[in-house]
């Protein structure tokens, strides 16, 4: 890539060959100059103390994951179960523009409704669906 981006600087005084080599023999060295600047710290190198607070980080983290996906799963079926009591326009619109992030212009050509009748729907489907979370959770 390096010799297809610098072919204009070519001048044809040697070889292409020789050019080309020499181009491979400087990246590699380059390559070898700065993983020497920027020495890679392997798991082998830490202290036993070092090693216990990483793993103990890492399960950390992954739990964090775990639990965030679950979460995650668990407010995708309430939305689910909260869009199955709604009307088939208000499931559409919001469908389109949470879901998809449909514009309202996407909306608007898709259903043949209005841009302002498209907004106004959604306003009011979210305030429905807001209405029956809140119902659900006893808030």
Same mark, same amino acid.
């Given at each position: 890539?390096?010799?297809? #981006?610098?072919?204009?600087?070519?001048?044809?005084?040697?070889?292409?060959?020789?050019?080309?080599?020499?181009?491979?023999?400087?990246?590699?060295?380059?390559?070898?100059?700065?993983?020497?600047?920027?020495?890679?710290?392997?798991?082998?190198?830490?202290?036993?103390?070092?090693?216990? /607070?990483?793993?103990?980080?890492?399960?950390?983290a992954a739990a964090e994951r775990q639990q965030s996906a679950e979460?995650?799963?668990?407010?995708?079926?309430?939305?689910?179960?909260?869009?199955?009591?709604?009307?088939?326009?208000?499931?559409?619109?919001?469908?389109?523009?949470?879901?998809?992030?449909?514009?309202?212009?996407?909306?608007?050509?898709? #259903?043949? /409704?209005?841009?302002?009748?498209?907004?106004?729907?959604?306003?009011?489907?979210?305030?429905?669906?807001?209405?029956?979370?809140?119902?659900?959770?006893?808030?």
């Open positions: 890539m390096k010799a297809f #981006t610098q072919l204009d600087t070519y001048e044809a005084r040697g070889s292409f060959e020789g050019w080309l080599t020499r181009i491979a023999t400087n990246t590699c060295l380059n390559l070898l100059r700065s993983a020497k600047r920027r020495p890679e710290l392997t798991a082998a190198d830490l202290s036993e103390d070092e090693g216990a /607070w990483l793993e103990n980080r890492l399960a950390g979460r995650g799963m668990v407010a995708a079926d309430l939305a689910e179960r909260v869009l199955d009591t709604m009307s088939e326009d208000d499931r559409l619109v919001l469908m389109m523009m949470d879901g998809e992030e449909a514009s309202v212009k996407e909306v608007s050509e898709a #259903t043949g /409704w209005t841009e302002s009748k498209v907004k106004v729907k959604a306003m009011r489907a979210r305030r429905r669906m807001r209405e029956a979370v809140e119902k659900l959770l006893g808030i």
